[in-house]
Structures are given as C-alpha cells and as structure tokens.
C-alpha cells in the first residue's frame, strides 16, 4: 500500500473519531454510572445467596416480582397536583 492509499483510508477514520469524541465530551447521561449504583444490603446479601446456591433463574424472577412492585406502587402526590 502507498502512502496515499494508507491516508485515504486513515483521515476518514481519525476524523469519525474526533468528531464522536467532541459530541460525547459534554454528554451527560440521565442514569447514574454503575459505580453509583446504591443497593439496599439485605437485598445485596439476598441476590448473593441466590448466585451462589446457582438459582439464577429465581432470583431473576424475584427481581422482576420487585420491578412490577415498584412500577405498581403510586407516587406520592405533592401539593396542588391529583
């Protein structure tokens, strides 16, 4: 390969990427990082036992019991809204 050939295909390249490093510098994204993720103990020592006893497929139903709960559960209504 030239040199020209090899910066046909390069310069496109490095300009993609700058290009997508300008966009995602001032993103913020509207969830928590995973590192912040903040877990209530009894539930962590729960999933754990669930894991490591190998019932996955339990604790997987468990969490989507507690997603329903959650999703069925009304906001607590503030002043002047119904």
Partial sequence: MSLKETTKHILPAFLIFNFAFLLTKNLSLPFPAPNQ??????????????????????????????????????????????
């Fill in 37 to 82: 993720i903040q877990m209530p103990p009894s539930e962590a020592v729960q999933d754990m036992i669930f894991l490591s006893l190998g019932m996955r497929r339990l604790a997987s139903d468990i969490g989507f019991i507690r997603l329903m709960e959650y999703y069925g559960t009304p906001e607590e209504s503030s002043e002047g809204h119904s």
